[in-house]
């Protein structure tokens, strides 16, 4: 049995956008009750991530440490095209990556307590993020 | 064809854990032939890892080289509730996922020679990491 | 339904060596048209990315990038058995993962306009590299 829905996401810049609800949604409708659920931004400078969910201040200390890991504007880069986040965004895109597969349980998204799904928009400006969410298992 | 297994590694603090034997049992036990396998560790301070098998000094290698990258402490986190350690354990989580699919080839979890399968504790403290184990495939 | 096919990949040395054809082009054979596409690596010193397909700079980049974040010859590394890169390569094909999941619609691996699926050899010297492709879904 599987099943497949998009998501698209508008993004107003750098940061991170909670999709945990989306993806749950998809999972409860898709009738799947053990298996998997595969969520995949079809991106290079965007990503999915598994964070903490009930503090903000995760991922705002999560974009600090990132900001100063991959810095914009960073002289090692020559693909400057888009700015001086163009590169940078690539870059954190495929430390944090774009596909992530999360278990089906019962029913549900088999998430732990403290997980949350986010969308990582890396680059500054506003962006739609297209999302594929693929769920596969037994009724 | 699915098949759900739990795992509970207790771990003793910060390193990383070999669960590369009970996912192979989990694989063999399932009586797939051809299909993929999926751990999930549900926490956002603990992660999974594929590693070179053979000799310790490589994940005690990884290990300075990641207490370097994210330090414990660091001025830059604002997020300090539960320690020095609470928010590099959630970077190092993500930037080294919790989540891991593998091939199953005739019946065997598909490993490379020198790879085996860890749960990487980021905490200093121990806790109890739960991990899921789903297959899927074909007899 | 299920498929699963093998790919050699001689590498030059470090770098990135395009597969995104060879994964497309398993796609298409399985005649799967919704499901998963697996990409799986069997080692600890070669990765696989989803990268920026279209200008070669972006590679360039990233490699300069991770050559500064994980040094070859670092002295934190105990493990330099096999020359100053080992370690290094250990710790970058960690970084960029060995397993990669990507959707397949209307019968294609539906990757984003931008992405391609890159083998990342991280050792100095030339290997052969072992890539598992495998397809789930309904044709």
């Known amino acids: 049995m599987i099943a497949q829905q998009h998501l698209e996401v508008a993004t107003r810049g750098r940061g991170t956008y909670d999709v945990t609800r989306s993806v749950a949604d998809s999972v409860r409708d898709s009738g799947i009750r053990t298996g998997l659920c595969h ?49 940078p965004a690539h870059i954190r895109a495929i430390l944090t990556k774009m596909d992530l597969t999360i278990p089906i349980t019962a029913g549900r998204c088999a998430l ?23 769920l596969q298992g037994e009724p």
């Open 39 to 87: 969520v995949f931004a079809h991106h290079t400078s965007a990503s999915l991530i598994l964070c903490e969910n009930a503090d903000p201040t995760v991922r705002r200390d999560l974009e600090a440490f990132l900001a100063r890991l991959v810095p914009d504007g960073d002289r090692v880069f020559d693909h400057t095209d888009e700015g001086p986040d163009d590169m």
């Open 112 to 134: 732990g307590t403290w997980q949350g799904i986010y969308l990582y928009e890396h680059r500054t400006g506003a962006h739609r993020r297209q999302i594929t969410v693929t």
